[in-house]
């Protein structure tokens, strides 16, 4: 099992960016798959980003290439998620997710954090 702790979120302004962390409380990228989640009030959970285990190759959904970008420092067991040009429409709760394979879906994840709330201002 690994536990997974968010911070980093917060308020800003269209425009702004803001970048999420999430611990790990173990050694866990030559293990899981790393992602990022997001839900919105009333919506589903939206995976936003993803990082490969071992070779770290990323993936992000098509409405996300270029504004957000998934990274990771394996001596601090930390993901973040750097987000630029942010829309009222990115406002909800972030999660960060690991899995042991590679899925992008939300049912691949088996561990998931306490999520962090990103709110956009127009």
């Known amino acids: 099992q690994v536990q997974l702790v968010e911070s980093g979120g917060g308020w800003v302004q269209t425009g702004g960016s803001l970048r999420l962390s999430c611990t790990a409380s173990?050694?866990?990228?030559?293990?899981?798959?790393m992602g990022w989640f997001r839900q919105a009030p009333g919506e589903e959970h939206e995976v936003v980003a993803a990082?490969?285990?071992?070779?770290?190759?990323?993936y992000y959904p098509d409405s996300l290439q270029g504004r957000f970008i998934i990274s990771r420092n394996k001596a601090k067991n930390t993901v973040y998620l750097q987000m630029n040009n942010l829309r009222p429409e990115d406002t909800a709760v972030y999660y960060c997710?690991?899995?042991?394979?590679?899925?992008?879906?939300?049912?691949?994840?088996?561990?998931w954090g306490q999520g962090t709330r990103v709110t956009v201002s127009s």
């Open positions: 990082i490969r285990k071992n070779v770290g190759r990323t």
């Open positions: 997710a690991a899995q042991t394979t590679y899925g992008t879906r939300r049912l691949d994840y088996d561990y």
């Open positions: 173990k050694r866990a990228f030559s293990i899981y798959t």
